[in-house]
């Protein structure tokens, strides 16, 4: 049974710092590129931030690009989120993405999200 499971987030001000982590279960973690996105209240859902199978490309979104580190541990099955110098706009639930380097059709997986929340 394929799982992702978030954890990490919570309530923190700004400026503060938060890692999150995603543990994954039930497929071969290593065939997989992992993202985080995110979602706040009325707004789409934004990739924030990629790493390839192997952890040798990152990509991250212009509005975290600086502040925030993904990265993986294949041994562990794990990815994390390093977030430092939050802002209120970081505010949202965030999720953990699987896709397959070839193509998600033969695997697209989500967890069900870590709520951060960046406020005073």
């Known amino acids: 049974q394929v799982q992702l499971l978030e954890s990490g987030g919570g309530l923190v001000q700004p400026g503060g710092s938060l890692r999150l982590s995603c543990a994954a279960s039930?497929?071969?973690?290593?065939?997989?590129?992992m993202k985080w996105y995110r979602q706040a209240p009325g707004k789409e859902r934004e990739l924030v931030a990629t790493i390839t199978r192997f952890g040798g490309s990152t990509n991250y979104a212009d509005s975290v690009k600086g502040r925030f580190t993904i990265s993986r541990n294949n041994d562990k099955n794990m990815v994390y989120l390093q977030m430092n110098s939050l802002k209120p706009e970081d505010t949202a639930v965030y999720l953990c993405n699987a896709g397959h380097w070839a193509t998600t059709a033969l695997g697209d997986y989500w967890g069900q999200g870590t709520q951060v929340t960046v406020s005073s």
């Open positions: 039930g497929f071969t973690f290593s065939r997989y590129s």
